[in-house]
C-alpha cells in the first residue's frame, strides 16, 4: 500500500470497524493521544485491525513499543524504509548520552502513582526514594469473578505502602479520607487541609483523571483512578495540580479538579510533612526489601495464564470474545515491571558493579515490558478472531515473560545477598515485619 492508501485504511478502521468518535481532526498530523484520544489499547486495537481486515503487519517489536506520536508515525510503520542508524537509549538516564547507573542523572519512572507522590519529597530533599520501589514490580491488583484483571478495585488499599513509607524514611502519612462519610464532608476536609497546606507539605487526592479532560491520559481508561497533588495559588479559583507520577505540574481551575474528586468512582486522600523525612536505616531496607520480594513465582504472569485458560474454557458464561475486555488494564501493570531498573540500580551503585552490565540488565526488564506488550496483542487477536489455535503464541509468551522475570529476580536475589553482606552485621536482631 502506498501512505495515502494507507492513511485511508486508517480512517476506514477507525471509523467503520471501531466506530471511533474522535475523528474530526483525523490527519495526518493529528496527535493519536491528545487529538484523537486513542490510547495504548485503541492502537493495538489499530494494528490488529489493519492486519485482520488488510493483511498489513508490522514488526513484533513496533506492536511492543508503540513509538508512534502522530498518524503520519502510525502510517510510516507500514512503509518501506532504508536501514537506520541505531542509537542507543539509556533508560536510566532517559537520552543518548550515558553517565551510567554511577552518575548523577538517571531517568524518574512513572509506575505507581502513590508511590511516585510520597517519593516526590524524598527527592526535593535529596533523598534517595529508589529503594521503596522495591515494593511496585509486584504491587498489589486484583482479579474479578468474571477472570478480568484490575489495576484499582475496593480490596486493595494502599496501606502497605503508607506503613513502609513512615517506618523507611520517618514520615507520617495520614490518611484524611473517610470512606465512612459523605463526599461533601470529604471535600470539605480537603479544602481546609489545602488551605492550611505549610509549605514543606503534601495534600494527596485520588481523582478520577478520566474528567480531567487538561490532563494527558495514555491509557484513556473510564474510570481511571489517580493520587496528584494539590495547593492553593493566588487565585482562588485556581489550583496548582502537581502528579509527579506523569511528571506534570500546572494551574488548573479548582472547580474542574473539584468535579473529578467527587465522581463516585473514586476515594481516598493522604496528608504528610516532607520536612519529617529522613534516610531509611539498613535494616530496614533488608525487611522491607524481604517483605517485597516474591522470589518463586510471577503474580501477574500467573494471573493472566489463570484469565486465559478460563476464558478459554468458558468457566462462568464467559467466552473467548470476552478476553480483550478482560485484559485492558494489562498495559497498567506493565508498566510497573520497570521498577525493576530501580532496584537494580541502588543495590549497583551501593556495591559499585559495573555500569555495563548493569545496562545489559536494563535490556532483560524492557524485554519483560515487550513480551508483555505483545501478550496484550496476542490475546487481542485471539480474542477477536476467536481461532483457539491463536492461544498457542499467548501461552508461548507467558512462558517468556516468566523466563525473564525469573531471571531478573534471580539476579536480585543475588546482588541483594551480596549488599546484606556488606551492610548488615551478622548479630543485627531480626526486625518486625510490616503485613503485605
Known sequence: MTSEETLEAIHT??????????????????????????????????????????????PEEAIARQDVQTVADLVALYQPKAAATVIP??????????????????????????????????????LDHRPFYFGVWDAKFALSDRFQLLYHAPEISQEFFRAWFQRLYGVTVREWYDPDISKSDNLAVMLDLVRRRPDTGSVMV??????????????NQNPFP????????????????????????????????????????????????????????????????????????????????QIVTAHLEGRGGIDLSDLAAAVR???????????????FAFFWRAL????????????EIEALVQALKTLHYDCMKLSQTGERALAAPVFERLAEADRIEAKLKC??????????DQNIPADAPMLKRVAR
Open 352 to 363: 559499585k558493579l559495573p555500569a555495563r552490565e548493569f545496562e545489559g540488565w536494563c535490556d
Open 206 to 219: 485520588m481523582l478520577d483523571m478520566f474528567h480531567l479532560p487538561e490532563r494527558e491520559n495514555k491509557f
Open 89 to 126: 537509549s539509556f533508560p536510566m538516564t532517559g537520552g543518548t548520552t550515558d553517565e551510567g547507573v554511577h552518575g548523577e542523572a538517571y531517568y524518574d519512572i512513572k509506575v505507581h502513582c502513590f508511590v511516585s507522590c510520597v517519593c516526590d519529597g524524598l527527592k526535593r530533599r535529596g
Open 226 to 305: 489517580h493520587y496528584l497533588m494539590l495547593q492553593e495559588t493566588v487565585d482562588p479559583d485556581t489550583w496548582f495540580v502537581h502528579d509527579p507520577d506523569y511528571r506534570w505540574e500546572g494551574e488548573i481551575t479548582r472547580d474542574k479538579v473539584v468535579h473529578a474528586v467527587m465522581q463516585p468512582t473514586v476515594g481516598g486522600g493522604y496528608v504528610f510533612d516532607n520536612a519529617e523525612a529522613h534516610a531509611p536505616a539498613a535494616e530496614d531496607l533488608k525487611a522491607f526489601f524481604e517483605a517485597c520480594f516474591i522470589r518463586d513465582n510471577n503474580p501477574l504472569v500467573d494471573s493472566m495464564h
Open 13 to 58: 478502521v477507525l471509523s467503520d470497524h471501531m466506530m471511533h468518535p474522535h475523528l474530526d481532526g483525523f490527519g495526518p498530523e493529528a496527535r493519536l493521544n491528545e487529538d484523537l484520544y486513542l490510547d495504548s489499547v485503541l492502537i493495538l486495537q489499530i494494528f490488529l485491525n489493519l492486519e485482520l481486515e488488510y493483511g498489513l503487519s508490522v
Open 411 to 420: 539476579k536480585l536475589a543475588e546482588i541483594f545477598d551480596l549488599w546484606c
Open 329 to 343: 488494564e494489562l498495559p497498567v501493570i506493565t508498566i510497573r515491571k520497570y521498577a525493576y531498573e530501580h532496584g
